[in-house]
């Protein structure tokens, strides 16, 4: 399977769920193979009644709470919508993205390498894949993985082949002396993925479900995007998570996250001010932040930043074990499911620099990026509706792959 596969059909119609550390995403997408950005017909997304002290499978139960709460607003508010669109339109494809705690990414490259010239033909590539998949089974074990979190198998990806340490989609038949193969490796929850399959076939029985940890669609939009970049750090910083991933020659090479993000800073800046979590929030947007580190009374302030210095020591723990086995790269893209923050970049961009003493620069995959070429009607229809970036990333993801 490749995740960078072509269009063949058309238009299509297709539900997308995504699976977040502290929320449910759930949207409705029409991709028209001849036109450049998908169509967001209709999209919700509902929090789940996480604690920061709750155990692994509560949460796990809050989270399949607010999707089976999504899930039934397909039967109402999806529906209907897509009705108001077109009456002869039909779901028949499910994309499931699934981000960190509840899943784990890993890559592995295996070369072939003979001091004469081989043909590639099918077998050799296929002991290859056997061969990555013996190794991230060995990490799987080494991580205890699989039964620490009950981990299953997601997906398995092909992303890259080289020839000759050259680049290319199409390795058959072809004479070299070198060959490598990059595949990634998304595993699951299984408690989760059983879930969401339960719920697909009693809700969407006749439609086509394919499921991917959420950083793949990330890396999948930044190697297409920013194509001319071969070494990056990935960032991504959901409700109550963040995830990092270190790409080099266009593969990913580490990953790890901890169970941070951003309602979890909320919640931890609510506790120590004892305000509401609402005001929290506020906190970490702009005019709000900057006007509260120059109002707060000295004994709050030093609060306040306690909180932002206990986040920065956990991504700096993130850096320093990426960085241990490959440096940090010059270019960091970072993702956060809230939108307008007022701290995220200078504070990732200091973290970075106090790992490896160099200076990074550190992008925010924002609406204004992913939607770089979409029309000003198209902006105002996403504006009008709220659409976050996950949704835009999703659907991108969605409008340039077969499921």
């Known amino acids: ?91 028949k494809y499910v994309q499931v993205s699934i981000t960190a705690p509840w899943s784990f990414t890993i890559s592995k490259t295996i070369d072939y390498t003979k001091e004469t010239e081989f043909v590639v033909s099918q077998e050799l590539i296929n002991g290859l894949i056997l061969a990555a998949k013996k190794k991230t089974t060995e990490i799987m074990l080494e991580k205890e993985l699989a039964n620490k979190y009950d981990f299953s198998l997601l997906t ?82 959901t409700y109550e998570a963040t995830e990092i991933v270190i790409v080099r020659n266009s593969a990913f090479q580490t990953t790890n996250h901890t169970t941070i993000g951003i309602n979890t800073i909320a919640r931890n800046i609510a506790n120590a001010l004892n305000i509401p979590h609402e005001e929290a929030i506020s906190f970490l947007r702009e005019p709000y932040h900057s006007t509260a580190l120059k109002a707060l009374p000295k004994n709050k302030l030093e609060l306040l930043q306690k909180v932002f210095v206990n986040y920065q020591t956990e991504l700096r723990e993130l850096f320093t074990e990426n960085n241990a086995n490959f440096s940090i790269p ?41 939607t770089k070429y979409y029309s000003p009607t198209e902006k105002k229809k996403l504006t009008e509706n709220n659409i976050d970036t996950g949704v835009l990333l999703e659907a991108q993801f969605f409008h340039q792959h077969e499921s």
């Open 156 to 237: 398995e990806v092909i992303t890259d082949f080289r020839l000759n340490d050259y680049q290319t989609n199409r390795p058959l038949l072809q004479e070299v002396k070198s060959l490598s193969l990059t595949q990634i490796v998304a595993f699951v929850s299984t408690f989760i993925t059983e879930t969401v399959t339960d719920l697909q076939r009693k809700v969407l029985p006749r439609a086509e479900i394919v499921q991917y940890s959420f950083m793949m669609i990330f890396y999948s939009f930044i190697k297409n995007f920013y194509s001319r970049l071969s070494c990056y750090c990935l960032i991504d910083i």
């Open 330 to 370: 010059r270019d960091i893209f970072f993702h956060c499911s809230m939108a307008d923050n007022a701290f995220l970049l200078e504070l990732i961009s200091e973290v970075a620099k106090t790992v490896t003493n160099l200076s990074h620069q550190v992008t925010e995959i924002s609406e204004a990026i992913i």
């Open 1 to 91: 399977m490749s995740l960078f596969s072509g269009r063949e059909k058309k238009v299509r119609y297709g539900v997308l769920i995504e699976i977040g550390s502290g929320s449910v995403l759930i949207s409705i997408i029409k991709s028209d193979a001849t036109k450049i950005n998908p169509e967001i017909i209709w999209s919700q997304r509902e929090f789940a009644s996480l604690k920061s002290k709750q155990a692994s499978n509560q949460d796990d139960k809050a989270i399949m709470s607010s999707l089976l709460n999504v899930i039934l607003q397909i039967n109402n508010n999806g529906y209907k919508a897509l009705r108001s669109y077109s009456q002869t339109a039909q779901i």
